[in-house]
């Protein structure tokens, strides 16, 4: 190490010059990792969505999610498969490893796919979901018509066949999902008296109209030294031409025609959502999905910038209503994290700049600090993670200690430079200055940068937790491990050189620190009590340990060493251990009698529990999901008017700015809520 410091140091130019070149790919880095507000703590699963329609939960789960079900299980890497069965629908979720790539999973999914489409009935034709994760809903929206001239189905039609293949080009978009409104289709009302007159099933009619309703080629002519290509003209197009569709020819010769025994007409699909403003009448909406490792707040501008582009497109009248916005909690995420990132800067800058009382010297240490960062976000950006708040919030917990070893080492500089100067009489100057500032880190640099390693690796059993809290956690390790790294790195190359260019001219001794000086008067009396009473100084340290079990665990915390050896016990033999369950009930007597003798003072009946814990961190988004349910078997005109009822309570409140409500699944995989849930956010 002591090498590598005085390498650096004769080669100051190449040094320098790999800090301009890291600190021009840290900031390319920093603006192309991608922003989001926690991280993606979901699993990577493949959905299996496969339509029967008009069937029952019973028929779709024997004659399509069980044949699935049954074959996904052998896909390599698949950890969990689950199936659920609803009316005409069919979900399939197939959880694979931590740490499978989600294309590779797809891919395996489809091939076993392919097997189980023969066990299935005819007609049937699975499809997989998008290629998003649990958060992928990332920007909603409405179509609204407050003029009154556009009905439901001209604004689901806008919405299926306009905006939705616009939007699904904009990059990083991977679905956008309809939910609402109403789909426009040709219904065909037999008579079944009719029926009955002219001995005509229901199976003849639908195969009728499958008939009339295609194009068929007839190869091609030579006509005139020129070729003909023969086709016949059969789609249909209207009512009329349904109405005129032959079914049979009776005895006499006459045809049947589908109007004489049946009526044709335009209606609505049978509708499975509704979707709700405001609590103002139905609408439109759009969700959003974004496709997985993409960055959010990108791809939510992207598509904010479409829709601008779309409205020009769009009807009088009809207008396109925001209703939710991931990028408003990003921004504000990101940017708090960011102020408070700068504050720590500033006071790290500070106290640099106080202790060291040299502005150049202070220079040294602070620009470690940015250096550092910008290095930990090249890494982040080749390794795939996010800037969020745990990501940031690693860095956050490393700035403190990133600058130690440059302080200690620049104070080392200090002594060095001082020594120097009470023994020749004036300051270090050209070769001599460099020799001293080269001893002066050979001396301390070894073993900070050494130090530093031993920090860089507390946060190692962090990445050994699994599934969510891995997915949770392992940013913040990986971040805070990345940025002192750096630092150690830069402690034993960069700082070395920076000394020997900053350290100059009249360093101001310690003693002439006025805050230096009362420091040390501060503590020196304290240290030496200390000294002189080790037993006591190490009995008054373990009771203060011994004082956090409370605040941390509750008072039953005191109790529960005495069940450690007992649960040992338990997990080598295997038998139960009564003695745990009775000190069980000794902590749960001791905090009920806690409850009951501090009830008059709830600062110290709050001891009882402890501070207790919660897996994720509080985030105040703006953003309320209020979902209730119904009973099963509400029909869809009555869950339209709780719907709107709902919203319009809601909306009501002062607080409240939008609320848009919806009932039943939108139209993608990533959404299997029943008819009997409620969505008000």
């Keep these: 190490m002591k090498n590598l410091i005085a390498w650096s140091i004769q080669n100051r130019f190449l040094v320098l010059l790999a800090s301009l070149v890291i600190t021009g790919w840290g900031w390319v880095a920093l603006h192309k990792t991608p922003l989001d507000a926690i991280p993606d703590l979901s699993d990577v699963q493949v959905i299996i969505r496969t339509s029967f329609p008009g069937q029952a939960p019973r028929v779709v789960e024997e004659q399509v999610t069980y044949p699935i079900t049954t074959t996904m299980l052998s896909v390599p890497g698949a950890q969990v498969v689950r199936g659920y069965s609803f009316f005409g629908d069919s979900y399939v979720y197939v959880i694979f490893e931590d740490g499978t790539d989600l294309y590779w999973a797809r891919a395996r999914v489809l091939e076993y796919l392919n097997q189980a489409a023969a066990d299935l009935p005819d007609g049937i034709q699975p499809r997989l979901g998008p290629d998003a994760t649990g958060v992928g809903w990332v920007y909603n929206y409405v179509l609204a018509d407050r003029s009154g001239r556009h009905d439901l189905a001209e604004l689901r039609s806008l919405q299926d066949w306009f905006l939705k293949f616009e939007l699904q080009t904009v990059p990083g978009v991977s679905e956008v999902a309809t939910v609402g409104g109403m789909v426009r289709q040709y219904q065909v009302v037999v008579d079944p008296e009719k029926l009955r007159a002219f001995n005509i099933t229901l199976a003849r009619v639908s195969a009728a109209i499958k008939a009339a309703n295609r194009e068929v080629g007839g190869s091609v002519i030579e006509l005139a030294e020129a070729e003909y290509m023969v086709r016949t003209r059969g789609y249909l197009r209207n009512l009329e031409d349904l109405e005129h569709i032959p079914i049979l020819v009776t005895e006499s010769g006459t045809p049947v025609l589908l109007r004489d025994i049946a009526r044709v007409q335009v209606g609505p699909e049978m509708r499975r959502a509704v979707a709700d403003l405001d609590g103002e009448g139905e609408v439109t909406g759009g969700i959003v999905v974004m496709r997985y490792g993409e960055n959010a707040l990108a791809t939510i501008a992207r598509v904010k910038k479409k829709l601008e582009q779309l409205r020009q497109g769009l009807p009088p009248g009809v207008e396109i209503i925001e209703t939710y916005d991931r990028s408003n909690l990003i921004e504000r995420a990101v940017n708090n994290l960011q102020e408070k990132l700068i504050e720590e800067f ?299 009822q709902t919203d319009r309570l809601i909306a009501g409140m002062p607080e409240v700015k939008r609320v848009f409500g919806k009932i039943g699944r939108a139209d993608t995989a990533t959404d299997p809520a029943p008819p009997v849930s409620y969505t008000h956010l």
């Design 346 to 644: 500033i006071v790290v800058a500070l106290v640099c700049l106080i202790f060291l009382f040299h502005l150049r010297s202070a220079f040294v240490a602070i620009v470690t600090l940015p250096l550092g960062i910008l290095a930990s976000f090249i890494v982040m950006q080749y390794q795939g993670i996010n800037a969020n708040v745990m990501s940031l919030g690693g860095i956050a917990i490393a700035i403190g200690a990133m600058v130690d070893a440059a302080i200690v080492m620049i104070e080392n500089a200090h002594k060095h430079l001082e020594r120097y100067r009470s023994h020749y009489g004036h300051d270090a100057v050209g070769k001599e200055h460099w020799k001293v500032i080269t001893e002066a880190a050979t001396e301390v640099g070894p073993a900070l940068f050494y130090s530093l390693l031993i920090i860089t690796l507390s946060f190692l059993p962090v990445f050994t937790l699994e599934a969510q809290e891995g997915r949770l956690f392992s940013p913040l390790a990986y971040t805070k491990t990345y940025a002192m790294a750096a630092s150690a790195g830069l402690a034993v190359t960069l700082v070395p050189v920076l000394m020997g260019y900053f350290i100059r001219g009249r360093i101001p001794a310690e003693h002439r620190n006025p805050l230096n000086v009362f420091l040390i008067w501060l503590y020196r009396p304290v240290l030496g009590v200390v000294m002189r009473l080790p037993k006591v100084t190490i009995l008054l340290a373990l009771l203060a340990v011994l004082s956090l079990v409370v605040p941390i665990s509750g008072v039953g915390g005191f109790l529960a060493p005495l069940k450690w050896p007992f649960q040992a016990a338990h997990l080598l033999t295997g038998e139960a251990q009564p003695m745990t369950e009775r000190i069980e009930q000794a902590q749960q007597r001791l905090v009920g009698d806690w409850r009951r003798s501090f009830r008059d003072t709830p600062w110290l009946a709050r001891f009882a529990d402890g501070l207790g814990s919660e897996f994720m961190p509080e985030l105040d988004e703006g953003d309320l999901m209020y979902m209730p349910t119904t009973l099963p078997g509400l029909s869809i005109g009555k869950a339209q008017e709780l719907l709107q």
